[in-house]
Nanobody
Framework: QVQLAESGGGLVQPGGSLRLSCAAT????????MAWYRQAPGKQRELVAV???????NYADSVKGRFTISRDNAKNTMYLQMNSLKPEDTAVYSCNMNTVSRVYWGQGTQVTVSS
C-alpha cells in the first residue's frame, strides 16, 4: 500500500527558499512518475513539476528557473527545492504518484510567502 507524506512547508519571506520533501511507502516509488501540485485559495490545483522514474523533469512556466524537482529512489523520497519565492507561490503543495492502477496523493503542506 502506498502512502505519501509531505514535509518542509512553512512561512518564508519573498526571495527566500524552502525545500519540500515527499516520503513514500511501498515498492512502487522507484518505477513511478512523481509530481508536485499546488492549490492556492480560490484557485484550481495546478501542476508545478513532474519527474519520471528515470529522472526526466518538466516544470510549469511560472516556476522554471526557480524550482528544482528531484528524487532519491534509494530513500523513496522526492524533493522540491524552491528558490526566489514570490507571494504568488503561496499555496498548499501536494505530491502525487501516478501508478498503472491508480493515482496517490499526499495530504499537502502549506507554503506561505509573505513579509
Amino acid at each position: 500500500q502506498v502512502q505519501l507524506a509531505e514535509s518542509g512547508g512553512g512561512l518564508v519571506q519573498p526571495g527566500g527558499s524552502l525545500r519540500l520533501s515527499c516520503a513514500a511507502t511501498g515498492s512502487l516509488f522507484r518505477i513511478s512518475p512523481m509530481a508536485w501540485y499546488r492549490q492556492a485559495p480560490g484557485k484550481q490545483r495546478e501542476l508545478v513539476a513532474v519527474i519520471s522514474s528515470s529522472g526526466t523533469t518538466n516544470y510549469a512556466d511560472s516556476v522554471k528557473g526557480r524550482f528544482t524537482i528531484s528524487r532519491d529512489n534509494a530513500k523513496n523520497t522526492m524533493y522540491l527545492q524552491m528558490n526566489s519565492l514570490k507571494p504568488e507561490d503561496t499555496a498548499v503543495y501536494s505530491c502525487n504518484m501516478n501508478t498503472v492502477s491508480r493515482v496517490y496523493w499526499g495530504q499537502g503542506t502549506q507554503v506561505t510567502v509573505s513579509s
